[in-house]
């Protein structure tokens, strides 16, 4: 894995086709219709709970 460091902080840095901000239905159904299309490698950014 690749990392960036940024202001004194560590980043993973990842290198995806698709990246989908949120992870609510309209994500996930975006996710899903990315994937369906072909997108293999779709990448779901949410916020840490």
């Known amino acids: 894995m690749n990392y ?3 202001g ?3 980043i993973p840095h990842f290198t ?3 990246a989908v901000v949120g992870s609510g ?4 159904n975006a996710a ?3 994937y ?3 997108m293999k ?3 779901i950014v949410t ?3």
């Not at 239905?25 to 996930?28: F, H, L, N, P």
């Open 4 to 6: 960036i460091s940024l």
């Open 41 to 43: 490698d779709v990448l």
């Open 32 to 34: 899903d219709t990315l």
């Open 16 to 18: 995806t086709s698709a």
């Open 25 to 28: 239905a309209a994500g996930y």
């Open 47 to 49: 916020e840490e709970e």
């Open 36 to 38: 369906s299309l072909g």
């Open 8 to 10: 004194g902080w560590k």
